[in-house]
């Protein structure tokens, strides 16, 4: 690649990064609104998954099972710190449980 094509390329790069900042701000002001600080709702995150991670049966899971109820966790997270009339959330719970029944039986996504 030549110098003036490496060049702007990293101005586009540069501008794209600029351009994104606004929206990622956006995104984690919204976020902090809907959930409450991300501290809080992490340190929920990682009681729930630890107490996972130590039930009797933990080790035996398959990964697809794990992260489901791991992403569960996450939202039930959300859940407890923030707006727990968010339907969505809610959703997504169901949505995590029902990927593991359908693989279960035969339909994986």
Do not use: C
Not at 15 to 42: C, M, N, S, W
Not at 90 to 98: C, L, R, S, T, V
Request: glycine letters at 4%; hydrophobic letters at 40%.
């Amino acid at each position: 690649m030549s110098r003036l094509a490496d060049t702007f390329r990293k101005i586009v790069e540069e501008e794209q990064a600029e351009a994104a900042k606004p929206a990622v701000d956006e995104i984690l002001d919204e976020r902090h609104g809907r959930y409450g600080t991300f501290a809080e709702q992490a340190l929920i995150a990682q009681n729930l998954k630890a107490a996972m991670r130590h039930s009797r049966n933990w080790q035996k899971l398959p990964a697809d099972m794990k992260e489901a109820l791991q992403m569960t966790a996450s939202k039930m997270a959300r859940i407890l710190n923030g707006d727990f009339t968010y339907d969505d959330s809610w959703a997504d719970i169901a949505g995590y449980a029902q990927l593991v029944v359908d693989r279960l039986n035969g339909k994986a996504r």
